[in-house]
């Protein structure tokens, strides 16, 4: 399991959340408390929105706490709403590609989970991309079929709407192929003004997932940067998360459908 953070709110330098706390991203790079495995070290990237509609990426093969580039770029790059990620794979190639968070135009996506045998279904979930989406795919995982399956399925016009019904196709389409291994699913999601975030698994178990409010905005994360008490909120399972500039947070409950013979 992957590990990520996601600000939305006033500008703040990124190595004030990905380097500068006790329990920082870089520092759960190698000692996740919470993952599936305690060192994320296939990859990382960040993605940032600036001064331009699409945001910035930078992505690395390196573990992040060996990569020296990152913290000087945390260092010097100020934003008002950024994503973090450090990557353990879960059998696809550590390559550039592979690394989150992905974009395209002004939509920024990540994802920490797992679709269940995803080698037996990857043909089937690539269907569902249309081929003028197709032509952006770089990489081989799951993340990135799921985020332009997503795209096609009305992700920018109605982000919570169209993630629960790419999700639905894809539990379906691992149903179909006989794997009853679970659909895990803590996501991040942003068209650089609203900030949607997602916790839900098609069994008991989804991947853990935090927020906070306070000091001019919001963050949402894997698991708590800081000190456990200092106001850090778990997200409940099968739940939506949204923020929009200056409004309060809201949450909700996110429902999938399900197959017909699961829904029985």
Same mark, same amino acid.
């Given at each position: 399991?992957?590990?990520?953070? $996601?600000? #939305?709110?006033e500008?703040?330098?990124l190595?004030?959340m990905?380097?500068?706390?006790?329990?920082? *991203?870089?520092?759960? +790079?190698?000692?996740?408390? !919470?993952g599936? /495995?305690v /060192?994320n070290?296939d990859?990382?990237?960040?993605?940032?929105?600036?001064?331009r509609?699409?945001?910035?990426?930078? @992505?690395?093969i390196?573990?992040?706490?060996?990569?020296?580039?990152?913290? +000087?770029?945390c260092?010097q790059? @100020?934003?008002? *709403?950024?994503?973090a990620?450090?990557?353990?794979?879960?059998?696809?190639?550590?390559? @550039?590609?592979?690394?989150?968070p992905?974009?395209?135009?002004?939509h920024l996506?990540?994802?920490?989970?797992?679709?269940?045998?995803?080698?037996?279904?990857?043909?089937?979930?690539?269907?569902?991309?249309?081929d003028?989406?197709?032509v952006?795919? #770089?990489?081989t995982?799951?993340? =990135?079929?799921?985020? *332009?399956?997503? *795209?096609?399925?009305?992700?920018? !016009? =109605?982000?919570?709407?169209?993630?629960?019904?790419?999700?639905?196709?894809?539990?379906?389409?691992?149903? =179909? $192929?006989? %794997?009853r #291994?679970?659909?895990?699913?803590?996501?991040?999601? %942003?068209?650089?003004?609203?900030?949607?975030?997602?916790?839900?698994?098609?069994?008991?178990?989804?991947? %853990?997932?935090?927020?906070?409010e306070?000091c001019?905005?919001?963050?949402?994360?894997?698991?708590?940067?800081?000190? @456990?008490? +200092?106001g850090?909120q778990?997200?409940?399972?099968? /739940?939506?998360? !949204?923020a929009?500039?200056? $409004?309060?947070?809201?949450l909700?409950?996110?429902?999938?459908?399900?197959? #017909?013979? =699961?829904a029985?």
């Amino acid at each position: 399991m992957c590990r990520f953070l $996601a600000y #939305q709110g006033e500008p703040i330098f990124l190595s004030e959340m990905v380097c500068a706390p006790a329990h920082s *991203l870089i520092h759960q +790079s190698m000692h996740a408390d !919470e993952g599936k /495995t305690v /060192t994320n070290g296939d990859g990382f990237g960040l993605g940032w929105y600036g001064e331009r509609e699409e945001p910035g990426l930078y @992505r690395e093969i390196r573990p992040a706490w060996s990569d020296e580039n990152l913290r +000087s770029l945390c260092a010097q790059v @100020r934003s008002r *709403l950024f994503f973090a990620h450090v990557r353990a794979s879960t059998g696809t190639s550590t390559t @550039r590609a592979n690394c989150h968070p992905f974009a395209h135009g002004r939509h920024l996506f990540m994802h920490n989970g797992q679709v269940g045998d995803y080698l037996r279904v990857k043909r089937r979930i690539e269907a569902l991309i249309p081929d003028a989406l197709y032509v952006h795919r #770089q990489g081989t995982g799951d993340t =990135e079929a799921l985020f *332009l399956a997503a *795209l096609a399925d009305g992700l920018a !016009e =109605e982000p919570v709407a169209a993630m629960a019904r790419t999700l639905g196709r894809v539990l379906a389409l691992m149903r =179909e $192929a006989g %794997s009853r #291994q679970p659909l895990r699913f803590a996501a991040a999601y %942003s068209d650089g003004e609203a900030l949607t975030c997602f916790r839900w698994s098609s069994d008991s178990l989804p991947p %853990s997932l935090y927020y906070r409010e306070g000091c001019g905005g919001v963050m949402v994360v894997s698991e708590p940067v800081d000190e @456990r008490e +200092s106001g850090w909120q778990r997200i409940p399972a099968n /739940t939506v998360l !949204e923020a929009r500039p200056g $409004a309060p947070v809201a949450l909700r409950p996110f429902e999938v459908p399900r197959p #017909q013979a =699961e829904a029985a």
